[in-house]
């Protein structure tokens, strides 16, 4: 941000007075002592953010240096043999000539380094201005029919689909436009749900899963579009619904009538065998005397 406002002409503040930012390099009277110490002809400021090579050109310029030039990288500078005893230099004796082809690496910490298409910039750039879109489609077929029971005022059948649906990074409106219900009243989700929908029930029942993903994916991209004028990134995955796949399951099928039989049969029952009868309890016998006996 502070190089693309340097780079408009516009003056960057910099400086402890400011109480904007430490750093660990010469202060401003440091650097001014090292210009007066050596007073050049000409000076090129290098090693620092377009911003700072700018201010240190400005300061070059206020103590008498009359020749400096800020560069870019891979600007080539040239050097004029324009000197004698009477001229040290000329305003075109220091000047950009070329532009090396470079390649800028960028590091991502501890994760990798690598050129922008090798650390994936321009995707990250995208997902983060237009957002993402994640689709998930549960492709739900009508029963197969024959053309012949079809009568004239009926249509082939067609898809259904049921459409769940995840979104990031997109743009919302205000409270204020909605009534402070907040976000947009789920208003973005409906338009996107209602046209994934269509464009499946669009389909014919035979359509492949690859279709429906296809179809999926350029009527949410051209919804979202319309709606916010943002180019998300949509991700659509379609898959058979429950009930498609379980007509589609293999069926067993049943044994034959042989096999069937024999695993029928059942081994003979053994006889219950019953208890022997229990016989009456009796009473102490009595004796002729009248006493009973044990």
């Known amino acids: ?51 700072f090579l700018c201010a240190h050109a400005q300061l070059a310029r206020d103590n008498g240096i009359q020749h400096t030039l800020v560069v870019r990288n891979g600007q080539m500078v040239g050097v004029g043999d324009r000197r004698n005893r009477a001229e040290y230099g000329t305003p075109t004796s220091l000047s950009v000539v070329g532009q090396a082809a470079l390649t800028t690496f960028y590091n991502d910490g501890d994760k990798g380094t690598g050129s922008a298409e090798e650390m994936g910039l321009a995707m990250r750039q995208q997902l983060a201005n237009d957002g993402i879109i994640i689709a998930a489609v549960d492709v739900q077929r009508p029963a197969q029919r024959e053309p012949r029971d079809l009568t004239q005022d009926q249509e082939a059948p067609r898809l259904r689909g049921r459409v769940r649906l995840t979104t990031r990074a997109m743009w919302q409106a205000s ?28 389909l014919p029942a035979h359509a492949p899963l690859g279709d429906v993903e296809r179809a999926a994916r350029g009527a949410l991209a051209v919804a979202a579009r319309n709606f916010n004028n943002r180019c998300p990134e949509v991700v659509v995955i379609a898959h058979e619904g429950l009930k498609a796949a379980a007509a589609t399951a293999p069926v067993k099928q049943a044994p034959p009538l042989a096999d069937a039989k024999a695993g029928a049969a059942k081994p003979a029952q053994q006889r219950r065998r019953g208890r022997p009868k229990s016989q009456a309890a009796k009473g102490p016998k009595e004796e002729k005397d009248g006493r009973a006996r044990p």
């Open 1 to 51: 941000m502070m190089n693309a406002i340097a780079g408009l002409g516009t003056q960057v503040i910099m400086g402890s007075g400011t109480n904007l930012h430490t750093s660990g390099h010469a202060y401003r009277d440091e650097l001014e002592e090292v210009l007066r110490l050596i007073k050049p002809q000409h000076f090129l400021p290098v090693h620092g953010e377009y911003a």
């Open 175 to 202: 409270e204020a436009e909605f009534g402070g219900r907040g976000c947009d009243g789920k208003r973005l989700l409906r338009v996107l749900h209602a046209a994934a929908e269509r464009a499946v029930c669009a």
